[in-house]
């Protein structure tokens, strides 16, 4: 075995033989191996051990405190008791923990005595998270199996493991069985039997329209087919040969031998071939004609020459139409090719033209309704129109409209950047401030608020390493006015602390800080745009040009700040006519103002001219615009009317498919005359049966189905369902029919990944010295949850940070060793300082100038003396003293080296006290007067350290 294991096994045994002898000074001590345990495996069991060979009743207080956990880790009571009985040894402190969903890295408290107990008054709890789960998922939408009807589905939840160990849980799956509320099946019943309706002829072979029936009840689809029809073939007898109307001829002669008389016409037609021959047929018909074998004519002079309208042009020179006439009467015999009617054309001129300019050019009327991006502005442009008097008096000589404008483009004002550190740690060491910067951008136009801030500071807390008690910063107060009178704002707060209990306090330490805070005394007006220009009264004149009185106004709204001096109304004065003068005209030639008082031969029209009263809606109500007179008048001879044709269809069948109706029309004529009777029937229709084809059996909508991929991996997306249906037993199937649908759905494969925020910055590790500066290693933790979480999704970063502790005490040089012939001596030295012991006499001395440390085995008396200063403790009657300031004094041990261990030590929310993360056992100073824990100072075998190699 090598030197180096025999001096740390030997060390070990001299710290475990002074714990031991330190214990016997107390009763009660608290002790407990592994104190580590996982969330979902409490509780935690801490033991407590009483002094061997002690007698009567002993009570002792615990209490929890927490370091990391928070106050709902912990079930139960935070303090309690634990009473001995007589020669009882050992008892437990049983701490439940709670078994939450929060995702702690660990969590740590203290455990602490206080009563009658020995030197291991605390030790140090950690509980590790090992049960963290995400949120129950949606239910998926199970299958029901059928489209109607009673049914029911099943369907299944799950939740995910996101704990920082995920082989700690596993996947959770729920499943429910519910009802698919699906709607009841139709009721369709049997088709009735076929139905026979009227035959399509009433002779000879025809066809009928047959019908039939089937119901529908609760949930029928919308396409299902109630009525069928078909055509049948049927004959009521066959059809008699009716043979045409002869052609009409006299009976007899004209009634009269000259001018209009009467002649009876007759015609027959013949019933053959059938014994259905209609009862009602008329075989002879009759009929009475006008006749007149001549009488002489009338022909009159031509009338005088009249305009026939209006000059061509409505100013400079012009054509004008003029026309006469003449009659013939008394006679039906007047030439065919006597002229009537003569018109010419004349030259004519209202008055000059005026000249209308040209349209100007757009120009602004007002400003853009927008300071930046896209907004309205009111343009005018102007004409005149000189060099006549014929100036229309509605031509439009102001134009207004409404054009596109914008200033500027809008500014882009980009997201703030994250903060980043602007400066170093504003003290050397225990808490301090950091000024930290963030920024944003304006771009994309010349219209960026002057007063926008492009750049935010703010003070962060730092610390380097641990200095005197600063206190917390007080509460914002308000510095001053805000900076508007109306709207957000801003204001300037201020806050102080103070240093105090040190003169150690930086000299740069910011007591003072301010910040800037938004503020609104009341909300800005919304003042409205101006309304529409509305008339104030009535036009200065009757008619022709005047003036009239406009007014606008406008509001000020949302706010107890609108200025005193705002204007809401405005009037203007505008042009107004009501209407123009009127212009009355000279009276028009007289024209037919009705038909001739018989329809053939001589007799009597009413004649009709009028004026017009123009220009004007202003004409007068008495004005007389119309005069009739009365005049001779002959429209035409007699017409002849031919006999009916046969009936002939005029249009397809009424339905595309199926029994429908057509409908047939036949004609006759009237000729021999332009004057045939305007109520005279040369046309009927009548409606028959027809049926193109069977109508198609057109089938109900497939079930949806997907038609493609989800167009996400992740997250809410859309799919396109398809379905289809036929159309048969027909060969006429709408060429327009839709036979294949489509619908877009959502869709979602699985819920995009949830990336939580980073946890605060946590401990991992004890310090990497034990004493001075070294570092540490701290890591912080982010939940990613979701089954499609990417495999890049960091959720543990790590990170080396300064720490410190007490200054280190006095190097010492290597220890030695001489085996002597009889006795052993264990020599360090350092400057003139010298610490021997000897095997024989058991004697421990330490000399430092006139201080000297002895314990003897045999009186077990520990002595040290520094001046005034006695440190003296005798085993006979177990007093434990030192003057002037300390007493009372016991180690307290921290063996580390894995990730299970404290990272740091706490008494009454002191601050921590930080150790280094090795295979060591280190001693630390703990003094039960301030609760605090200390480095012994000056390296005088307070402190021994066993290196496990």
Known sequence: MSAATLLSIFALLVICWVQQTEAQAGQVCIVREENNVNEDMGPIVFELIRKGGSTGTVTVTYTLTDISTEPEDILGPRTGSITFSDGQTEANISVAINDDLMGEDSEQFLVSLTGDIGPETFTVGIIFDNDIYSPWGEWSNGDCGVTCGPAMKTETRTRTCVAFIPARCQLLNETRTVDCNLPDCPIITPWSEWNDGICSTTCGPGTQMQRRTRNCTANCPTDLTLVETRTAMCEICTCPVISMWSEWADNGACSTSCGPGTNTQRRTRTCTGSTCCPADLTLVETRTTMCEICTCPVISMWSEWADNGACSTSCGPGTNTQRRTRTCTGSTCCPADLTLVETRTVMCEICTCPVISMWSEWADNGACSTSCGPGTNTQRRTRTCTGSTCCPADLTLVETRTAMCEICTCPVISMWSEWADNGACSTSCGPGTNTQRRTRTCTGSTCCPADLTLVETRTAMCEICTCPVISMWSEWADNGACSTSCGPGTNTQRRTRTCTGSTCCPADLTLVETRTTMCEICTCPVISMWSEWADNGACSTSCGPGTNTQMRTRTCTDSTCCPADLTLVETRTVDCQICTCPVISMWSEWADNGACSTSCGPGTNTQMRTRTCTDSTCCPADLTLVETRTVDCQICTCPVISMWSEWADNGACSTSCGPGTNTQMRTRTCTDSTCCPADLTLVETRTVDCQICTCPVISMWSEWADNGACSTSCGPGTNTQMRTRTCTDS???????????????????????????????????????????????????????????????????????????????????????????????????????????????????????????????????????????????????????????????????????????????????????????????????????????????????????????
């Open 731 to 949: 060969t006429c199937c709408p060429a327009d029919l839709t036979l294949v649908e489509t619908r877009t759905v959502n869709c979602q494969i699985c819920t995009c990944p949830v990336i939580g925020p980073w946890c605060p910055w946590g401990n991992t590790g004890l310090c990497s010295v034990t004493c001075g500066c070294g570092t540490q290693m701290q890591a912080r933790n982010r939940v990613c949850v979701n089954p499609c979480t990417p495999p890049d999704c960091i959720t543990r970063e790590e990170r080396t940070v300064n720490c410190s502790h007490a200054p280190c005490p006095t190097a010492w040089t290597t220890w030695n060793r001489w085996s002597g012939s009889g006795s052993t001596t264990w020599n360090r030295w350092s400057g003139s300082r010298t610490w021997n012991r000897w095997s024989g006499p058991s004697t421990w001395n330490r000399w430092s100038g006139a201080s000297t440390w002895n314990r003897w085995s045999g009186a077990s008396t520990w002595n040290r003396w520094s001046g005034a200063s006695t440190w003296n403790r005798w085993s006979g009657a177990s007093t434990w003293n030192r003057w002037p300031t300390w007493h009372r004094r016991h180690f307290y041990e921290v063996t580390g080296g894995t990730d299970e261990f404290p990272d740091q030590l706490a008494v009454d929310g002191s601050t921590p006290f930080k150790a280094r993360k090795t295979r060591k056992t280190t001693v630390f100073l703990f003094d039960n007067d301030d609760r605090s824990i200390k480095m012994p100072a000056g390296g005088g075998g307070q402190t021994k350290t066993e290196n496990r190699d």
